[in-house]
Protein backbone atom coordinates (compact mmCIF):
# COMPACT_ATOMS: atom_id res chain seq x y z
CA UNK A 1 0.00 0.00 0.00
CA UNK A 2 1.55 3.33 -0.88
CA UNK A 3 2.16 5.99 1.13
CA UNK A 4 -0.20 8.18 -0.08
CA UNK A 5 -2.83 5.95 0.02
CA UNK A 6 -2.21 5.85 4.24
CA UNK A 7 -3.05 9.75 4.00
CA UNK A 8 -6.77 8.63 3.57
CA UNK A 9 -6.75 5.50 5.36
CA UNK A 10 -8.09 4.20 8.97
CA UNK A 11 -6.82 0.94 10.56
CA UNK A 12 -10.29 -0.32 12.31
CA UNK A 13 -9.90 -2.74 15.34
CA UNK A 14 -13.26 -4.47 15.70
CA UNK A 15 -14.10 -6.57 19.34
CA UNK A 16 -10.71 -6.57 20.51
CA UNK A 17 -11.14 -5.62 23.61
CA UNK A 18 -13.14 -8.73 24.62
CA UNK A 19 -13.84 -10.94 27.54
CA UNK A 20 -14.38 -13.70 25.29
CA UNK A 21 -16.88 -15.26 28.03
CA UNK A 22 -19.46 -16.64 25.79
CA UNK A 23 -19.77 -20.21 24.04
CA UNK A 24 -17.42 -20.38 21.67
CA UNK A 25 -15.10 -18.17 23.25
CA UNK A 26 -12.06 -20.47 24.29
CA UNK A 27 -12.22 -21.49 20.57
CA UNK A 28 -12.45 -17.76 19.35
CA UNK A 29 -9.34 -17.41 21.86
CA UNK A 30 -7.43 -19.56 20.59
CA UNK A 31 -7.25 -18.00 17.14
CA UNK A 32 -7.25 -14.53 18.89
CA UNK A 33 -4.36 -14.55 20.76
CA UNK A 34 -1.74 -15.02 17.75
CA UNK A 35 -3.99 -12.03 15.65
CA UNK A 36 -3.89 -10.20 18.73
CA UNK A 37 0.21 -9.55 18.31
CA UNK A 38 0.18 -8.89 14.74
CA UNK A 39 -2.79 -6.62 15.24
CA UNK A 40 -0.67 -4.66 17.91
CA UNK A 41 2.56 -4.94 15.78
CA UNK A 42 0.25 -3.42 13.03
CA UNK A 43 -1.35 -0.50 14.44
CA UNK A 44 2.10 0.44 16.18
CA UNK A 45 3.81 1.00 12.31
CA UNK A 46 0.03 2.27 11.48
CA UNK A 47 -0.11 4.86 14.33
CA UNK A 48 3.71 5.86 13.87
CA UNK A 49 2.67 6.51 9.71
CA UNK A 50 -0.05 9.12 10.98
CA UNK A 51 -2.78 6.47 10.16
CA UNK A 52 -6.07 6.88 13.09
CA UNK A 53 -6.77 3.81 14.92
CA UNK A 54 -10.19 3.34 15.74
CA UNK A 55 -11.33 0.72 18.37
CA UNK A 56 -14.90 -0.26 16.81
CA UNK A 57 -15.98 -2.29 19.71
CA UNK A 58 -19.19 -4.35 20.91
CA UNK A 59 -20.59 -3.39 24.48
CA UNK A 60 -21.42 -6.98 25.30
CA UNK A 61 -24.68 -5.59 27.09
CA UNK A 62 -22.90 -3.07 29.48
CA UNK A 63 -25.49 -0.61 28.25
CA UNK A 64 -23.99 1.32 31.42
CA UNK A 65 -20.05 1.22 30.66
CA UNK A 66 -17.72 3.25 28.79
CA UNK A 67 -14.97 2.07 26.93
CA UNK A 68 -12.88 2.78 29.78
CA UNK A 69 -14.67 0.07 32.06
CA UNK A 70 -14.99 -1.83 29.28
CA UNK A 71 -10.80 -2.16 29.21
CA UNK A 72 -10.57 -2.99 33.23
CA UNK A 73 -13.78 -5.65 32.79
CA UNK A 74 -11.61 -7.19 29.82
CA UNK A 75 -8.26 -7.42 31.51
CA UNK A 76 -9.42 -8.52 34.74
CA UNK A 77 -8.48 -11.75 36.26
CA UNK A 78 -12.14 -12.95 35.67
CA UNK A 79 -12.11 -12.53 32.26
CA UNK A 80 -11.12 -15.22 29.56
CA UNK A 81 -10.00 -12.61 27.24
CA UNK A 82 -7.68 -10.53 29.30
CA UNK A 83 -4.52 -11.64 27.68
CA UNK A 84 -5.53 -10.52 24.39
CA UNK A 85 -7.42 -7.38 25.54
CA UNK A 86 -3.99 -6.87 27.79
CA UNK A 87 -2.15 -7.21 24.23
CA UNK A 88 -4.47 -4.50 22.16
CA UNK A 89 -4.96 -1.81 25.36
CA UNK A 90 -5.59 1.80 23.69
CA UNK A 91 -3.26 4.48 23.12
CA UNK A 92 -4.40 7.72 24.27
CA UNK A 93 -4.71 9.46 20.60
CA UNK A 94 -7.31 6.19 19.39
CA UNK A 95 -10.43 6.65 18.90
CA UNK A 96 -13.19 4.27 19.87
CA UNK A 97 -17.18 3.57 18.75
CA UNK A 98 -18.65 1.39 20.85
CA UNK A 99 -21.31 -0.43 18.79
CA UNK A 100 -24.87 -2.07 19.46
CA UNK A 101 -24.55 -4.93 17.04
CA UNK A 102 -22.87 -6.30 14.51
CA UNK A 103 -21.77 -4.29 12.21
CA UNK A 104 -19.53 -0.92 13.43
CA UNK A 105 -21.80 1.19 11.43
CA UNK A 106 -25.40 0.52 12.72
CA UNK A 107 -26.59 2.68 15.05
CA UNK A 108 -22.92 4.19 15.45
CA UNK A 109 -20.97 7.33 14.87
CA UNK A 110 -18.50 5.56 12.97
CA UNK A 111 -19.67 7.44 9.53
CA UNK A 112 -19.21 10.92 11.61
CA UNK A 113 -15.78 10.03 12.41
CA UNK A 114 -14.25 9.05 9.14
CA UNK A 115 -15.91 12.03 7.49
CA UNK A 116 -14.21 14.02 10.14
CA UNK A 117 -11.18 12.70 9.39
CA UNK A 118 -11.35 12.00 5.79
CA UNK A 119 -11.03 7.93 5.22
CA UNK A 120 -11.90 6.39 2.22
CA UNK A 121 -9.66 3.07 2.94
CA UNK A 122 -10.61 1.06 5.83
CA UNK A 123 -7.73 -1.53 7.12
CA UNK A 124 -10.15 -4.13 8.95
CA UNK A 125 -8.70 -6.25 11.62
CA UNK A 126 -10.43 -8.23 14.56
CA UNK A 127 -12.79 -10.50 16.00
CA UNK A 128 -14.84 -12.08 14.40
CA UNK A 129 -14.04 -12.31 11.01
CA UNK A 130 -17.39 -14.21 10.22
CA UNK A 131 -19.54 -11.86 11.93
CA UNK A 132 -18.67 -8.43 13.45
CA UNK A 133 -15.71 -7.97 10.60
CA UNK A 134 -17.52 -9.59 8.06
CA UNK A 135 -20.55 -7.22 8.65
CA UNK A 136 -18.46 -3.99 9.20
CA UNK A 137 -16.68 -4.74 5.80
CA UNK A 138 -20.27 -5.56 4.16
CA UNK A 139 -21.38 -1.89 5.69
CA UNK A 140 -18.65 -0.39 4.77
CA UNK A 141 -18.53 -1.66 0.87
CA UNK A 142 -22.27 -0.04 0.63
CA UNK A 143 -20.95 3.53 1.41
CA UNK A 144 -18.07 3.29 -0.88
CA UNK A 145 -14.87 2.43 1.33
CA UNK A 146 -12.21 0.34 -0.47
CA UNK A 147 -10.88 -2.16 2.45
CA UNK A 148 -7.78 -3.90 3.21
CA UNK A 149 -7.87 -6.65 5.26
CA UNK A 150 -4.77 -8.46 6.81
CA UNK A 151 -5.80 -11.90 6.94
CA UNK A 152 -3.55 -12.69 9.59
CA UNK A 153 -5.36 -10.03 11.82
CA UNK A 154 -8.57 -11.57 12.17
CA UNK A 155 -9.74 -14.79 13.61
CA UNK A 156 -13.12 -16.93 13.94
CA UNK A 157 -14.38 -20.18 16.08
CA UNK A 158 -12.48 -22.04 13.14
CA UNK A 159 -10.27 -22.00 10.50
CA UNK A 160 -13.06 -22.51 7.99
CA UNK A 161 -15.31 -19.98 8.90
CA UNK A 162 -12.21 -17.15 8.73
CA UNK A 163 -11.04 -18.35 5.35
CA UNK A 164 -15.04 -18.35 4.05
CA UNK A 165 -15.35 -14.58 5.27
CA UNK A 166 -11.85 -13.60 3.71
CA UNK A 167 -12.92 -15.26 0.73
CA UNK A 168 -16.53 -13.50 0.64
CA UNK A 169 -14.66 -10.19 1.30
CA UNK A 170 -12.09 -10.96 -1.62
CA UNK A 171 -15.04 -11.53 -3.99
CA UNK A 172 -17.89 -9.76 -3.05
CA UNK A 173 -16.51 -6.89 -1.52
CA UNK A 174 -13.45 -6.05 -3.69
CA UNK A 175 -11.44 -6.52 -0.71
CA UNK A 176 -7.67 -6.65 -1.20
CA UNK A 177 -6.84 -9.80 1.16
CA UNK A 178 -3.36 -9.47 2.19
CA UNK A 179 -0.82 -10.24 4.93
CA UNK A 180 0.04 -7.56 7.37
CA UNK A 181 3.85 -7.15 6.36
CA UNK A 182 2.84 -5.81 3.02
CA UNK A 183 0.67 -3.35 4.31
CA UNK A 184 3.24 -0.24 4.46
Not at 75 to 88: K, T
Request: with cysteine.
Amino acid sequence: MAKATLKNTALLLIDVINDMDFPEGEDLLAAAIPAAKRIASLSRRMRAKGVPVIYVNDNFGHWQSDFNAQIQRCIGADSPGREVAGILIPEPNDYFVLKPKHSGFYSTSLDVLLAYLGVDTLILTGFAADICVLYTANDAYMRDFSLVIPSDCIASETPEKTLASLGHMRERLKARVCLSRSIR
